[in-house]
């Protein structure tokens, strides 16, 4: 199969898809390709969602007729190399605050020896690595983020386990998901962040989007305890008039 | 003191209006009611605003005891309405005075009810809608013993009604082929379009599992697809080779191919069909699809226009015997009288 290719999802979307499977340089086709679409205003889409190998646009058929659509996304396509485009790195640091270990991170001992590591050197790993908000699904304000070194590419679990809480610190195949809501998973917790990343009654409800870049910092239980998130959803708010 | 107290209310039931787009990037899916077709006619019996939101009733019976004077209206699928042991008819507005108790049967054709309040249904709006969405945590679904409240500011009077819609029982679902169809083999594809599908138990505002006449299905997964977007209508197949019918409350993303997604026109149709239902699937292409989307559209945006006054309601009756009749008739000299 030829990628990029796009076909009709529905009758009211169209997949825009780089790639079968993840990977790097298919990732960051889909963010560039999305992050191009949302600068040039087109008539008629509703909205655009990346995911790990596509970008779905939803278009309203009374608006545009999908055809036209479909043309515009295959000049644009043709116009640039997607695959070579360097996300331009504007996007400033969240630095997310993280409690590694405990009660809320049960699998560090066990994700650290699959590595090959000792517990304070995953920990120290995973902290100095940054990191890039893929996309966002699977449950609401759910980020995926990459690349986590290759120390990191352990598997799932193959059966899910009993559901982690929101803020949970999660890793497999070098990457790492920031679930905002509790969900069951296979993922392996490692921590969890006092940081709430969904806020449903903002007016923007969400802290982390497609191309935003994480690093996480280790904090003590007691600095957890008393964490102030407000200053993070300020920034927000500056960030996003 | 008004509203309605909730005195019964069936598993499931929800606030919902017509959903939250433009959250998908941030893994939230539009959501919104079951049968916006039934929604639409609520709207424009009270002249309800396009953002009003009303209590989706799924298949069981609710009750509910009015705190005060109100109009109301139910819409969607066929149930008995009462008002203190006296019928009222679907898709036809009534009144409620204080300590009346509104009974609302179990649904006897189609699966999905709704019950209007002037100005819609009071509850928080969270990301631009009052949609009830239970795995992301967002909006309301009241418990026995909540008030719901109207938000007013309509002013519509008892009698109002609309036509019966048709779209109960549909024979035939209408589909398209997506993304992913040609990862099923040509029989797969051919068995789509001569099974028979029958609606089992699993079901609800996330998706409907079906079995089918032609046992199951299986995709061709040489290639481990990653999860990629899923859009309402989406027909997934499972490892387990039985296909799901993915529907409002569907998640952004998921991992198992989807063999084809039914069109935006026949979803509330296929949400109606009751439990054991049997139907067909029919491949169309988007033009098709679009035009029957265009269609149902303009039923929707007409409804409000087709609007009439029933003399059958009893307080529109007295409207009548008031002005037209004592005074017209009967009485017939009112300038003698001034």
Redesign the interface.
Known sequence: MHYPRITPAGDSAILVEFGATYSKSVSRAVRAFDSALSDSDTEGIVETAPTLRSVLIRYDPAVTDPESLENWCNAQLAASDWFKVECTADASIWRIPVLYGGDDGPDLDETAELAGLSAAQLIDLHSTSELTVLCLGFAPGLAYLAELPEEFAVPRRRTYGRPVKAGSILVANRQTVLPATPIPTGWRSIGVTPLPTFLSYRRHPFLLAPGDRVKFEPILASEAAGFDFGPYWQRLENERP | MSGLEIIRLPPGASIQDYGR????????TEGGAMDRFALAEGQALLANPSHAAALELPLGSAEFRALGDSIAACTGAERLVTVNSENKKLRQTFRLESGDVLKIGAAEHGVYGYLHLPGGIES?V??NSRSAHE????GWKPCVGDRLSAIGGVDAPAGLALAAPDYFSPRVIRC????QSELFCASDLHALGEAEFEVTPARNRVGMRLSSSAGKFSADLG???????I????IQVAADGIATVLLMDC???GGYPRIA?????DLHRLAQLPTGAKFRLSEVG?TE??AA??EL?AEMKALRGRVFQSVREPSALRDLLTYSLVSGVVKGDEQDAD
């Open positions: 787009p433009g959250f998908r990037r941030y893994g939230v928080p969270l990301l795995q992301a945590e967002l398209m082929r997506g993304p290639v481990t697809l990653t999860s990629d977007a859009v309402a209508g989406d998640q952004p993303v997604t039914v069109i935006t026109a988007r699809a679009l989307l265009a559209r």
